[in-house]
């Protein structure tokens, strides 16, 4: 059974760091890795979308990384916000779609 | 397009009672799934489907029924809601490329309070 997990579950930052988000899986057999941003009370918002083939993506101030043979994903957030406040989610696709419980991200001003 | 629609916002039940949260999609996606989302636990997968007229069980499918008669539609029931069954239920869409599915959208979510 996939388990994904993700770490830290909580972090707070200054506005302006640079900060990395993990995430680890369990079976390595993925089809793809996607990162969303749940903000409270909303759903969720894809960011990144890494195929099995690939080994990362970006875009504007994120970049998603895949490892599957350590069973590993970051997402690196650059320069980061205020508005960048919100829980962070990875979700990995076998069989079906399995999610980390979340990195919840405040970025103080 | 206005992509996943979910109905409704907000719902309130009695232990016992049923009801059917409503999921449509204009994407024409083939591939939608139901969702629900407990503090700390992440999203786990309740039921899913792969076109009109298949449905299977995903990781929590008990005390939940699902249909696809339509391509665009995929209500999920509570038979007799239960207070375990509180919770933020979410749906989405996505279709198939080569090598699995794309990237899923997601709806606004219902959040359900059994009592």
């Known amino acids: 059974k996939q388990e994904v997990t993700q770490i830290p579950a909580a972090l707070s930052v200054p506005e302006g760091e640079n900060l990395v988000l993990n995430c680890s899986f369990t079976d390595s057999a993925i089809y793809n890795l996607q990162w969303f941003r749940q903000d409270p009370g909303k759903g969720l918002t894809s960011l990144l979308l890494i195929q099995s083939s690939q080994r990362e993506q970006t875009s504007g101030r994120l970049n998603a990384s895949l490892d599957k043979s350590s069973g590993r994903s970051t997402l690196y957030i650059a320069a980061s916000q205020p508005g960048d406040s919100a829980t962070y989610l990875c979700a990995v696709l076998n069989n079906d779609m399995r999610f980390g419980a979340g990195t919840r991200l405040t970025v103080k001003p | 397009n206005a992509g996943v629609t979910q109905t409704p916002k907000f719902q309130v039940l009695k232990t016992g009672q049923s009801m059917t949260l409503q999921c449509a999609q204009d994407?024409?996606?083939?591939?939608m799934s139901w969702y629900r989302q407990d503090p700390g636990m992440g999203l786990r997968l309740i039921h899913y489907?792969?076109?009109?007229?298949?449905?299977d069980q995903g990781e929590v499918p008990n005390g939940y029924n699902v249909s696809r008669s339509t391509t665009e539609d995929f209500p999920l029931r509570l038979l007799s809601a239960a207070p375990s069954q509180t919770s933020v239920y979410f749906c989405?869409?996505?279709?198939?490329?080569?090598?699995?599915?794309?990237?899923?959208?997601f709806g606004p979510g219902t959040r359900l309070t059994v009592t």
């Open positions: 994407m024409n996606h083939e591939y």
């Open positions: 989405a869409s996505s279709y198939f490329i080569a090598g699995g599915l794309f990237e899923q959208y």
């Open positions: 489907s792969v076109g009109a007229g298949i449905t």
